[in-house]
């Protein structure tokens, strides 16, 4: 099971092939549930509130950063395997849950 952060957050749901997100949910088990019912495949990616992912990665020691990687271009395109994710498949999670 995935576990959650302290901190106040959202569950981002992106499809597998697309470009943006289709749907913010509050908690785990209204993205899932939501999954579910349209049988969908993807991703459900927690993201902190007011914190971008980079800054969140970088506080809990999961990612330190080297100059290159602080250009605003890396920076608006980050996110960290190290961010609780749901894979799913055919709306099923997948079995390398982090």
Do not use: C, I
């Not at 995935?2 to 913010?24: D, I, N, R, S």
């Amino acid at each position: 099971m995935v576990e959650t952060p302290e901190l106040p957050g959202v569950w981002v749901f992106m499809g597998l092939w697309a470009q943006h997100p289709a749907a913010v949910f509050t908690t785990l088990e209204k993205g899932e549930a939501w999954v579910r019912e349209h049988g969908l495949q993807g991703m459900l990616t927690w993201y902190p509130l007011d914190m971008s992912a980079f800054d969140w990665a970088v506080a809990r020691g999961s990612f330190k950063p080297k100059t290159k990687q602080q250009t605003p271009e890396f920076l608006a395109g980050f996110s960290s395997a190290s961010q609780p994710h749901h894979h799913f498949q055919n709306a099923d999670p997948l079995a390398d849950e982090t």
